[in-house]
């Protein structure tokens, strides 16, 4: 059965944590701000056994950390990226010693994904959306032109140098699609933006530790068949992640949605995930910005108030799919 996961901030306070406790959350998604390092370079074995062991503490799990540390001589294939390559697998190793055997990322080097944060959806909340015609002119980064074979050898050399270390490490990698997914932007190529864009990518090693984030938002503004997309990698073993997210619109023009308002059925997306026994975490994500006081800065994609309307839609659903309701002993 899947596991509802969270991200609750860079504190992690003792707050935040009872909170995500008392709505019946699973586990804890990391971020990079949860561990504090001497080396940014390089996350340290003893800071990521005290981020699991702050989450154990307070009764929950951590399932995920959501973050990496700097690759993006990687993704551009530049002079140093051998040594970033070396910190991040110095990075899994202390992972995977810490006894935190997930993380996800994106290849996708240096751009801004939204075109607005303060797009307005139902009642007025306003959530971020991106619009190609108004990037389309925008100029072309200091790298200038990166061709789409550029970045796939440039993932190609990546991928095939860290998994040895991933499975080693016990450490699965979920990699995100470029998002939005368009297949260039301001002159670079986006290659995480189709079927058989991550057909590819998981055919460059077969692993079942070179996996995927399956972002639902970004699988539907691709205009792809949601459902079948999980069945295809879920029965390969290569869903390591999941975003529960819906939108309205396309790869070149959408805005995001409260999960029960946008263009997708998600009770379909679910039904899948149940279907290839996907049993990882799934984060209700990037959450509409409601009324009301809240504790995460003004143009977060994952303010308190959103979440609670995103964990209770999912807790509905799993109890409609997976016929199981948890009832306290107090209570009975």
Known sequence: MIKIGLIIGS????ESLRLAKQLGVDEIV???SNIPQSNPEVWEFMPLLHLRKRIEDAGLKISIIDSIPPIDKVKLGLPGRDKQIENFCKTLENMG???IHRITFNFTPLLTTRTSRTTRTRGGAQVTSFDMDLVKNAPLTKYGVVTEEKMWDNWTYFIKKVIPVAEEADVRLAIHPDDPP??????????????EGFKRLIETVDSEYNGISFCMGCWSEMGEDVPKAIRY???????????FRDVRGTATKFAETFHDDGQMNMLANLKALKKVDYDGPVRPDHQPRTEGIEALPEYSGYRLLGKFYGIAYLKGMMEAVYGQHSISPLLM
């Open 11 to 14: 504190s992690l306070s003792e």
């Open 30 to 32: 990391g971020v990079a």
């Open 97 to 99: 010693a810490a006894g």
């Open 182 to 195: 368009v297949p260039f932007l301001r002159g670079i190529a986006r290659p995480f933006t189709s079927f």
């Open 233 to 243: 990698f879920g029965k390969r073993g290569r869903i390591n992640f999941v975003h």
